[in-house]
Structures are given as C-alpha cells and as structure tokens.
Nanobody, 126 residues
Framework: QAQLAESGGGLVRPGGSLTVSCTAS????????IAWFRQAPGKGREGVSC????????YYADSVKGRFTTFVDVSKETVYLEMTRLKSEDTADYYC???????????????????WGRGIPVTVSS
C-alpha cells in the first residue's frame, strides 16, 4: 500500500530554521511529483512547493520563495522541506503529497495528487 509519512515538525522561534521530512513506502519516488502543502488554523490548504523528481525542477509559493528549499533523496525515498527565516505566519500543519509525472502549470491544486501524508504540525512562536 502506497503511503507517505511526515516527520520532524515542532516548535521553533521566529527567525529560526526547521527541516521536515516525508518518506514514501509502498512505491518509489522516481518519476513522481512531490508537493508540500500547509494548512494554518482556520484557513484553507495552501501549496508550498512542488518538485518533479525526474528533472529536479521545483516551484515555490511566493510566500516561501527564498526561505524554503526542497531536497529529494530518492535512495531513501524521502523528500525534505528545509524552512529558514521562519515567521509566525508559517505556523501550520504541513502535508506532503505525491502523484506520478511532472509538476503541472498549476501545481497548487489538491486534486493533482492522489497520495497524501497525514500532516505534521509546525509552530513558529517565541
């Protein structure tokens, strides 16, 4: 059974850094698009990034561009989201999602991904 599992969330101070991971089981990350989404309290789910594992192209939301970086280690079937210069507005549950193929032009649509993790909380607070 194909599954995704996030790990590494927690509490971090504003301006700090945190890396969360997403590990796949039951399928390989080769030739997949892997996205990170987040959902802040009381808000809808927002696309954070999308990476095409076959060519390495990655797209980021404007709100995180220059602060967040996605890394893929196919040998470990794991995707990492490195978050730096964190702000209170980055507080959210973070989800990874996957689907065969490349990131589409509009990669922020949830229906473009059929495999989802359960999410992990990230809290940015002093």
């Amino acid at each position: 059974q194909a599954q995704l599992a996030e790990s590494g969330g927690g509490l971090v101070r504003p301006g700090g850094s945190l890396t969360v991971s997403c590990t796949a089981s039951g399928f390989t990350l080769d030739y997949e698009r892997i996205a990170w989404f987040r959902q802040a309290p009381g808000k809808g789910r927002e696309g954070v990034s999308c990476t095409s594992t076959s060519d390495g192209n990655t797209y980021y939301a404007d709100s995180v561009k220059g602060r967040f970086t996605t890394f893929v280690d196919v040998s470990k079937e794991t995707v990492y989201l490195e978050m730096t210069r964190l702000k209170s507005e980055d507080t959210a549950d973070y989800y990874c999602a996957a689907e065969p193929g490349f990131c589409p032009p509009i990669w922020t649509l949830e229906h473009e991904y059929s495999k989802w993790g359960r999410g992990i909380p990230v809290t940015v607070s002093s």
